[in-house]
């Protein structure tokens, strides 16, 4: 593995440093994003927000965490004590882990040694987080189970989905970043971006990943696994105390880790934004740390944004959104991505032959969204029609009851689907009666 | 082969017996618990513990993908079936199928020795150049696993896929329902919830303006009358509601006297 360098060659007490580094940064990180949230989500609706304790109410969180952390501990009666117990722990443990590979900076001096600032990196890493991730969810998921109570199954069966789903649109945006950057490892990605940013050049794979990334997190206007209209709590209905500081500092980890992985991968890591590169010793030393940290804290504030804005969405429309429109939506993308390195790599296409091919390309799609548009407006009349129809004839098969398959004496009300039938059994009567 | 034994570090060896230990522990433990859950915990642990010894292998693309592929998205959906069926299903232990443990142990001992043969012989006869010869001959680890899927064995790949498609597929049609009614929009709900004159709002809590908040109490209207629509319909269908005392009708009706209603 030569092309990871200085990575796996720290000293044992170095890698120790580097651990408890994060995992302090991580949990300040944590405190300060829920009273930044808290702040800016309070300048949106006109108020205040907290500002009694510490400067400007910074250690509100702090001591928001104490009073957690010294509350009772409710277990409920029907809770499996055993997943109830691990369900928060994996959730917690999970969303630290992720950070193992996050860069967040170029090679710098600690104590005479020369290391990069980053914990360990390896050629797969970005897939580690993705295994992370699904790792997290079990906590979720265990979280709803165990607690032996319906809303929080019902969160936990929601999370999963949400999760599962929005986790597959996610890993398509990440093909086209590990097209260009020719590696997955998070180290080499970042220096992928030395001239450009893959945030400009990949913009759809940005987009796609920072929708993703909300529904990932559970986050609003995606926050339908603790929707408290509908599931009270959700998956942490029946958790207090500890066990339920446990799941927040998750979700707030996990806000960082996707803002940091996003950085990473699209917003060129610790890279300096642009007129600031112009200065020559941006990229050196400990300063693109703080290009890092603010890129993150970007992200961050887009999420408190989106929150203080949107409404929350239907579960259904969510579902259909993340598999019928994000879904497809990457694999295009993907397929011309490939299509497009292929051309200028192998065929050895000039840049003017591609735009050309691009301008093809581009009349195609919308020729063949002309006559999709088309299509949907025919359904739509068809739609309208079909319901005024039914409208007219509405006979329900026993009225009022559990709609049940017709017995072959009877008739049943028109659907969609059945058009084709009813036309069929219309022309054999027709046939029959002359 | 003596050359990768004496290559083993310190570090390689507890994670090969911690893991590998866990690894069995989950195993076991996923036939022993009687709780269909616990197992599916169980398995999940062993494939995690398993992907831990692949990356310690040097195969991090495998380790990975068996994390996102097999934990996180296989047996993510067991965990849901298992959800949704039944919260405290326990299997019961009553053999359905005739000799079916017996042919079960049969076909086990049958899958270990031809495992056993297989990888031995693999393992004797073909020459193995090394991890880092075959490695580099294609540029990397995950370069060279994409060569062997994408070049060398690409039909029995897309064959492969193309089975699981239509075994997902199959799943799909034999699971589908046909509607027998057509589908509500929303709008056709809402006219339905109205279409009667129902209430528009939510409707008064139970012991608005009255002395009692209880659910039984019912609310008073600024008239001092009561209003049934408060109190709850299974009480309203026993005769369950209580009586409002009549100052408080009194005293409503003086407080609210001159007020439009």
Same mark, same amino acid.
């Given at each position: 593995?030569?092309?990871?360098?200085?990575?796996?060659?720290?000293?044992?007490?170095?890698?120790?440093?580097?651990?408890?580094?994060?995992?302090?940064?991580?949990?300040?990180?944590?405190?300060?994003?829920?009273?930044?949230?808290?702040?800016?989500?309070?300048?949106?609706?006109?108020?205040?927000?907290?500002?009694?304790?510490?400067?400007?109410?910074?250690?509100?969180?702090?001591?928001?965490?104490?009073?957690?952390?010294?509350?009772?501990?409710?277990?409920?009666?029907?809770?499996?004590?055993?997943?109830?117990?691990?369900?928060?722990?994996?959730?917690?443990?999970?969303?630290?882990?992720?950070?193992?590979?996050?860069?967040?900076?170029?090679?710098?001096?600690?104590?005479?040694?020369?290391?990069?600032?980053?914990?360990?990196?390896?050629?797969?890493?970005?897939?580690?987080?993705?295994?992370?991730?699904?790792?997290?969810?079990?906590?979720?998921?265990?979280?709803?189970?165990?607690?032996?109570?319906?809303?929080?199954?019902?969160?936990?069966?929601?999370?999963?989905?949400?999760?599962?789903?929005?986790?597959?649109?996610?890993?398509?945006?990440?093909?086209?970043?590990?097209?260009?950057?020719?590696?997955?490892?998070?180290?080499?990605?970042?220096?992928?971006?030395?001239?450009?940013?893959?945030?400009?050049?990949?913009?759809?794979?940005?987009?796609?990943?920072?929708?993703?990334?909300?529904?990932?997190?559970?986050?609003?206007?995606?926050?339908?696994?603790?929707?408290?209209?509908?599931?009270?709590?959700?998956?942490?209905?029946?958790?207090?105390?500890?066990?339920?500081?446990?799941?927040?500092?998750?979700?707030?980890?996990?806000?960082?880790?996707?803002?940091?992985?996003?950085?990473?991968?699209?917003?060129?890591?610790?890279?300096?934004?642009?007129?600031?590169?112009?200065?020559?010793?941006?990229?050196?030393?400990?300063?693109?740390?703080?290009?890092?940290?603010?890129?993150?804290?970007?992200?961050?504030?887009?999420?408190?944004?989106?929150?203080?804005?949107?409404?929350?969405?239907?579960?259904?429309?969510?579902?259909?959104?993340?598999?019928?429109?994000?879904?497809?939506?990457?694999?295009?993308?993907?397929?011309?991505?490939?299509?497009?390195?292929?051309?200028?790599?192998?065929?050895?296409?000039?840049?003017?032959?591609?735009?050309?091919?691009?301008?093809?390309?581009?009349?195609?799609?919308?020729?063949?969204?002309?006559?999709?548009?088309?299509?949907?407006?025919?359904?739509?009349?068809?739609?309208?029609?079909?319901?005024?129809?039914?409208?007219?004839?509405?006979?329900?098969?026993?009225?009022?009851?559990?709609?049940?398959?017709?017995?072959?004496?009877?008739?049943?009300?028109?659907?969609?689907?059945?058009?084709?039938?009813?036309?069929?059994?219309?022309?054999?009567?027709?046939?029959?009666?002359? | 082969?003596?050359?990768?034994?004496?290559?083993?570090?310190?570090?390689?060896?507890?994670?090969?017996?911690?893991?590998?230990?866990?690894?069995?522990?989950?195993?076991?433990?996923?036939?022993?618990?009687?709780?269909?859950?616990?197992?599916?915990?169980?398995?999940? *642990?062993?494939?995690?513990?398993?992907?831990?010894?692949?990356?310690?292998?040097?195969?991090?693309?495998?380790?990975?993908?068996?994390?996102?592929?097999?934990?996180?998205?296989?047996?993510?959906?067991?965990?849901?079936?298992?959800?949704?069926?039944?919260?405290?299903?326990?299997?019961?232990?009553?053999?359905?199928?005739?000799?079916?443990?017996?042919?079960?142990?049969?076909?086990?001992?049958?899958?270990?020795?031809?495992?056993?043969?297989?990888?031995?012989?693999?393992?004797?006869?073909?020459?193995?150049?090394?991890?880092?010869?075959?490695?580099?001959?294609?540029?990397?680890?995950?370069?060279?696993?994409?060569?062997?899927?994408?070049?060398?064995?690409?039909?029995?790949?897309?064959?492969?896929?193309?089975?699981?498609?239509?075994?997902?597929?199959?799943?799909?049609?034999?699971?589908?329902?046909?509607?027998?009614?057509?589908?509500?929009?929303?709008?056709?709900?809402?006219?339905?919830?109205?279409?009667?004159?129902?209430?528009?709002?939510?409707?008064?809590?139970?012991?608005?303006?009255?002395?009692?908040?209880?659910?039984?109490?019912?609310?008073? *209207?600024?008239?001092?009358?009561?209003?049934?629509?408060?109190?709850?319909?299974?009480?309203?269908?026993?005769?369950?509601?209580?009586?409002?005392?009549?100052?408080?009708?009194?005293?409503?009706?003086?407080?609210?006297?001159?007020?439009?209603?």
């Amino acid at each position: 593995m030569s092309q990871f360098g200085l990575f796996g060659t720290d000293p044992w007490w170095l890698v120790i440093v580097k651990v408890l580094g994060i995992f302090v940064m991580l949990v300040l990180l944590t405190l300060f994003t829920i009273w930044w949230e808290r702040r800016v989500v309070s300048r949106m609706q006109n108020r205040i927000g907290p500002n009694r304790v510490g400067p400007q109410g910074l250690l509100q969180s702090l001591m928001d965490g104490v009073k957690l952390a010294l509350k009772e501990e409710i277990l409920p009666k029907a809770a499996h004590r055993a997943v109830y117990w691990i369900a928060p722990v994996i959730s917690a443990t999970a969303a630290f882990l992720a950070f193992a590979v996050i860069p967040f900076g170029p090679t710098v001096s600690i104590f005479g040694v020369e290391t990069p600032l980053q914990l360990t990196d390896f050629p797969v890493s970005v897939l580690y987080v993705l295994a992370i991730a699904s790792i997290g969810v079990y906590g979720l998921v265990l979280a709803g189970w165990s607690s032996g109570s319906t809303y929080p199954l019902l969160g936990g069966l929601r999370s999963t989905a949400q999760v599962i789903s929005y986790e597959i649109a996610m890993g398509l945006s990440f093909v086209a970043v590990f097209l260009y950057a020719g590696s997955m490892s998070t180290s080499q990605i970042v220096l992928a971006q030395e001239p450009i940013w893959f945030a400009v050049i990949l913009l759809p794979s940005f987009l796609i990943y920072v929708t993703a990334m909300v529904g990932e997190t559970n986050r609003a206007p995606f926050d339908l696994p603790e929707a408290e209209g509908e599931l009270v709590g959700g998956f942490h209905t029946e958790y207090s105390s500890l066990k339920f500081a446990l799941f927040f500092l998750a979700e707030y980890i996990n806000m960082v880790t996707v803002s940091a992985l996003a950085t990473t991968l699209f917003l060129g890591g610790y890279l300096a934004p642009w007129p600031i590169s112009l200065w020559e010793s941006a990229n050196t030393g400990w300063w693109p740390m703080v290009w890092w940290l603010l890129k993150v804290q970007i992200f961050i504030f887009v999420f408190i944004w989106l929150r203080g804005t949107l409404p929350r969405l239907r579960y259904d429309q969510f579902m259909k959104f993340g598999w019928k429109v994000l879904i497809p939506v990457a694999l295009i993308w993907t397929i011309i991505v490939a299509a497009v390195r292929i051309l200028r790599d192998q065929v050895a296409l000039t840049n003017t032959e591609l735009l050309i091919a691009g301008v093809v390309l581009i009349l195609i799609l919308l020729a063949g969204a002309w006559v999709l548009q088309g299509r949907a407006e025919r359904r739509e009349q068809q739609r309208d029609a079909d319901r005024a129809a039914r409208a007219e004839r509405q006979l329900d098969l026993v009225p009022g009851a559990h709609p049940v398959p017709p017995m072959p004496s009877q008739t049943f009300e028109y659907t969609p689907r059945r058009s084709a039938l009813l036309t069929t059994q219309a022309t054999m009567k027709e046939a029959e009666d002359a | 082969m003596t050359e990768a034994v004496s290559d083993f570090n310190l570090g390689e060896t507890i994670v090969f017996w911690v893991c590998g230990g866990l690894a069995v522990l989950g195993a076991l433990g996923m036939i022993i618990s009687r709780k269909a859950v616990h197992s599916a915990l169980f398995i999940a *642990l062993t494939m995690i513990n398993l992907a831990i010894l692949y990356v310690a292998n040097a195969a991090p693309f495998l380790g990975m993908v068996q994390v996102i592929v097999y934990t996180g998205a296989v047996m993510m959906l067991f965990l849901f079936v298992l959800m949704v069926v039944g919260v405290d299903s326990s299997d019961s232990l009553v053999e359905t199928i005739k000799g079916q443990r017996f042919a079960g142990l049969l076909l086990g001992i049958g899958l270990g020795l031809l495992l056993t043969v297989g990888i031995g012989s693999a393992l004797t006869t073909s020459g193995d150049i090394g991890l880092t010869a075959a490695n580099d001959a294609a540029g990397g680890n995950v370069q060279g696993l994409a060569q062997l899927m994408f070049d060398d064995y690409v039909v029995a790949f897309q064959a492969t896929a193309a089975l699981l498609i239509t075994a997902a597929v199959g799943a799909m049609v034999l699971a589908h329902r046909e509607r027998w009614t057509p589908r509500k929009s929303q709008p056709e709900l809402s006219e339905e919830r109205f279409r009667d004159g129902g209430h528009p709002g939510n409707r008064p809590s139970p012991g608005v303006y009255a002395r009692h908040n209880a659910v039984d109490t019912p609310a008073l *209207l600024p008239d001092g009358s009561t209003s049934l629509d408060s109190v709850p319909g299974p009480l309203r269908a026993r005769d369950d509601v209580r009586d409002v005392d009549p100052a408080d009708v009194d005293e409503i009706r003086e407080l609210t006297k001159g007020v439009d209603s």
